[in-house]
C-alpha cells in the first residue's frame, strides 16, 4: 500500500490496471506532487518515474502554448482548485528533444466522502499528427480560397439540392448580382433568368429545355457526370442575353458531395464570331461576283480569239508573201499566247467557283502518254534539247479517269519544264506503287534548267505568282498553271510535289489513284491537239523562226467555241471552192 499525503493507493494494482494503457496517465496528491504514471506517460514526458519519488507534477509536465511559446498554469493544479475537471486549449502542449508535442488531456481532480480533494488523475494523448492534419487543412482551406477568391473566371458551388452555397467575386460581376441575394437560392432564381419566372428555377414548363438545369440535375443524380457548354442565358435585368461557356464537375468535403461551376462570359467572342460570319459571307459573295465575272469574260474574250486565230490559219492557206506570211505567224503567236492565258484564267475561275467538273472514263494509258510525249519531244527537238518518254512497257494499258485534266496537267508541267531549260533535256517518267494497300500512278517531270530556290519554291501552287518578279517577265505567263494542276490533282485524289535547287533544275512529283480498266471509253468531247505545219519559234536572240511544231490542246471549250470551229469549217469549204 502506498499512503501519500492522505492518497492512499495500491501501487501495484494501480500499475496492472492503467500500466498497459496506450494515453499517458498519472495521480498526484493534494499538493501536485506525482504519486504514478504509466509507461505511457513516462515514454510520453520523457521521464522514469520510481515509486516513492517526490516531484512536483509541474516539473514533469511543463505544459505551453506551442505557438507563442507562453507558459500556462497546470490544469491538474486548475483541477484541485476548482473542483472540476480541466481540459487544454487547442495549441497547448510541451518541447520534448525530438521537437513539440500537441497535447489533449482530462484532469479530474479526486475528492473524499467529505468533498475534500485528495490529489488529481490526469490522462494526457499525443495529438500531434491530428493537430498538423488539422493544420494542412486549414492551410489547404485558406488557400483554396484564396485561389477561389482570386481566379479570374467565375466559380460558384451548389450544394446536392442545387443550392448556390457560394461564388466569387469574378462570377458575380459576370451575373450583374450580389452576394447575399444569390446564397441559398437554385441558380436560375439567383440570376433571375427569364424561364424560371414566375414559378421558379426547376418548375417552370421551360425549364425542362434550360441547359444548365438538365447539366445540374444530372449531376445530383450522377456522382461522375462532368460537362462542358455554351449557354446563352437571358435575365429579368438584361436586356441582351449573356453568353456563358461552363463546365460542371464535382469534388468533395468529406461525405458531402459539391457541385462546382465554372463561368466564363465569352458574349464578346460571341460578337466577333458573327460578325466574321457576316463579313466571310459578304467577302464570299464578293469573291463569287469576280469570279463569275472572271468566267463571263473570259468566255466572251476567248470566242473572237479563236474566230481570229482560225481566220490566220484559213489566210496562211492562201498564197502571200513571205512579208505576208511572217507577219500572219507572228499574229497568230500572238493570238495563241492570248488564247492560253484566257484558258489559264477560266479554268482558275471554274476552280475558285467549285464549277471544274471532272470526267470519270476508262482511258488508252498508253496512246495518252504517247500522245504529250509526241507534242512535247517536237517542241524539245525545236529548242535543240533531249526529251526521254516514259517507259510504258510496264504501265497498264487502261485506266480509269480524265484523260483532258491529266493531259492538261502533264503540258503545264512539261511546257513549264522546256520554257525554263536552256540545255539539256526534259524527262517525263511513270511508274506504280502501293501505300497502304492503294495502287497509285507516280508521274515525274525533270528538267536540268534553271531551277528555284527554297523561297520560290514556297511561292508556287499559289494563284498569280511565280519564282520572282522577274520571271514573269523575262518568260511570260500568268501564273496561274501550277496553281491549276495543284488543284486538278487534288480533285483526282492525288498529290503534288516538287524538289529544286538554282541552277540545277527541277523535278515535279505527282500521284494520283491507280484504277484498272478493261478498255478504252470514247471521249465524251473532241478534244484533239490541233498540229501547224509552220509554227514560228523564237531563239535564244530573240530571232523568228519557222518549224513544224504543235499547238495547244484545246483545253474545254464550250459550245461557243465549238461553233466558232463549225464556222471556220465551212468558210475554209467555201474559200476551197
Not at 263 to 274: G, V, W
Request: charge should be negative; include cysteine.
Amino acid at each position: 500500500m502506498l499512503n501519500n499525503s492522505n492518497v492512499v493507493v495500491d501501487y501495484n494494482t494501480l500499475h496492472k490496471l492503467m500500466g498497459s494503457v496506450g494515453d499517458g496517465f498519472l495521480m498526484t496528491d493534494v499538493a501536485g506532487k506525482i504519486v504514478f504514471m504509466n509507461k505511457a506517460a513516462e515514454d510520453l514526458f520523457e521521464y522514469h518515474y520510481a515509486p516513492g519519488t517526490d516531484i512536483p507534477v509541474t516539473d514533469v509536465v511543463r505544459l505551453e502554448n506551442v505557438e507563442t511559446r507562453e507558459k500556462i498554469i497546470s490544469p491538474i493544479i486548475c483541477a484541485m482548485r476548482t473542483k472540476k475537471s480541466q481540459g487544454l486549449s487547442k495549441n497547448i502542449g510541451f518541447v520534448r528533444s525530438d521537437g513539440s508535442v500537441y497535447l489533449s488531456a482530462t484532469c479530474s481532480p479526486m475528492l473524499d466522502d467529505e468533498g475534500q480533494v485528495t490529489g488529481c488523475t490526469a490522462i494526457f494523448r499525443d495529438v500531434t499528427r491530428m493537430r498538423m492534419l488539422e493544420r494542412k487543412v486549414e492551410t489547404d482551406h485558406y488557400y483554396m480560397r484564396s485561389v477561389f477568391e482570386a481566379a479570374k473566371i467565375g466559380i460558384c458551388t451548389l450544394n446536392v439540392r442545387g443550392e448556390l452555397t457560394d461564388i466569387n467575386e469574378p462570377a458575380l460581376e459576370t451575373l450583374s448580382q450580389e452576394y447575399t441575394d444569390v446564397i441559398g437560392k437554385q441558380f436560375g432564381d439567383a440570376i433571375h433568368c427569364v424561364n424560371s419566372i414566375p414559378y421558379g428555377c426547376g418548375r417552370s414548363d421551360r425549364c425542362k429545355f434550360c441547359v444548365i438545369r438538365n447539366n445540374i440535375e444530372a449531376a445530383v443524380l450522377d456522382d461522375s457526370f462532368t460537362v462542358d457548354f455554351v449557354v446563352a442565358v437571358q435575365t429579368k435585368w438584361l436586356e441582351e442575353p449573356i453568353w456563358l461557356q461552363m463546365f460542371l464537375m464535382q469534388v468533395w468535403d468529406g461525405a458531402q458531395k459539391q457541385i462546382v461551376l465554372t463561368l466564363l462570359n465569352i458574349s464578346k467572342r460571341k460578337q466577333k464570331e458573327h460578325e466574321l460570319v457576316e463579313a466571310r459571307r459578304h467577302a464570299e459573295v464578293a469573291s463569287n461576283t469576280k469570279t463569275q465575272f472572271l468566267a463571263n469574260m473570259s468566255h466572251e474574250i476567248r470566242t473572237p480569239i479563236n474566230g481570229m486565230s482560225g481566220m490566220i490559219d484559213l489566210t496562211l492557206r492562201t498564197p502571200l508573201t513571205d512579208e505576208q506570211r511572217e507577219n500572219l505567224y507572228a499574229a497568230k503567236q500572238c493570238s495563241d499566247d492570248l488564247l492560253r492565258i484566257i484558258n489559264d484564267i477560266l479554268d482558275y475561275a471554274k476552280l475558285e467557283s467549285g464549277k471544274m467538273k471532272l470526267e470519270n472514263i476508262d482511258i488508252d494509258f498508253h496512246e495518252l502518254l504517247n500522245r504529250v510525249s509526241n507534242l512535247h519531244a517536237q517542241m524539245a527537238e525545236s529548242k535543240g534539247l533531249f526529251f526521254k518518254r516514259p517507259q510504258i512497257e510496264g504501265l497498264p494499258p487502261f485506266v480509269r479517269g480524265d484523260p483532258l485534266r491529266i493531259r492538261q496537267i502533264l503540258h503545264n508541267l512539261l511546257t513549264n519544264a522546256l520554257k525554263f531549260t536552256f540545255k539539256g533535256g526534259v524527262t517525263l517518267g511513270v511508274s506504280i506503287f502501293t501505300r497502304q494497300s492503294q495502287d497509285y500512278l507516280e508521274f515525274f517531270v525533270e528538267d536540268t534548267g534553271i531551277g528555284m530556290s527554297m523561297e520560290e519554291q514556297v511561292k508556287l501552287f499559289k494563284p498569280f505568282s511565280q519564282g520572282d518578279g522577274s520571271t514573269t517577265r523575262r518568260f511570260g505567263g500568268t501564273g496561274l498553271g501550277l496553281m491549276i494542276v495543284k488543284e486538278l490533282v487534288s480533285s483526282m485524289g492525288g498529290e503534288i510535289s516538287v524538289s529544286s535547287r538554282e541552277n540545277k533544275g527541277s523535278r515535279f512529283t505527282f500521284i494520283l489513284p491507280l484504277i484498272l480498266a478493261e478498255k478504252a471509253d470514247v471521249e465524251l468531247k473532241n478534244k484533239a491537239v490541233y498540229m501547224n505545219p509552220h509554227r514560228p519559234t523564237f531563239n535564244d536572240a530573240g530571232d523568228i523562226g519557222f518549224t513544224s511544231t504543235p499547238m495547244q490542246e484545246d483545253d474545254d471549250q464550250n459550245d461557243n467555241d465549238n461553233d466558232i470551229m463549225d464556222l471556220l469549217k465551212y468558210c475554209e469549204e467555201k474559200l476551197n471552192n
